[in-house]
């Protein structure tokens, strides 16, 4: 009788640990996912970061024809990971009139605060690009009014 009361209770034992081995590499794995997911998000935003400054470089590096503004940019991260597709939505003009009182473009909203003159409304759409080497595929929408 007591042969087979140690028989059961090793067996016993033995699933225990072993429930306990297959717990604790689950958990190791939704962990190491986790991290993984949290790196590729913080690049994301660090990427989106850096496309708003870009973005505010390239308006301020073009050359206006009158009646003509940029509206759309895409930018894509030096690995290959992420595309930024900027969407300028409007142009926050004093009298609706450029540094020079000429009229501009379309997409301009005229105000009337001279402290306000040349924000911009930007619309920022970044996500992974497939084949990218990134697990779960990430997408971010910003929406934010800059100066440049």
Known sequence: MKRAFNLI?????????SGLGILTV???????????????????ELFLDSVIESTLLKIEGIR???GRCPEKFTFISP???????????KYFMYQGLDNEGKPTCDNVEAIYTPESHGYLLLDINLSTISGS???NPLFIHKRTLQRP
């Not at 689950?26 to 994301?44: L, M, P």
């Not at 290959?80 to 900027?86: D, H, L, M, S, T």
Request: net charge positive.
């Open 9 to 17: 209770t090793a067996v016993f034992m033995i699933l225990l640990v």
């Open 26 to 44: 689950k958990y190791v794995k939704i962990s190491a996912r986790h991290f993984a997911d949290s790196y590729v998000r913080e690049q994301a």
């Open 64 to 66: 206006r024809q009158p």
């Open 79 to 89: 690995k290959g990971r992420f595309e930024a597709n900027v969407t300028i939505v």
């Open 133 to 135: 080497q990134v697990v």
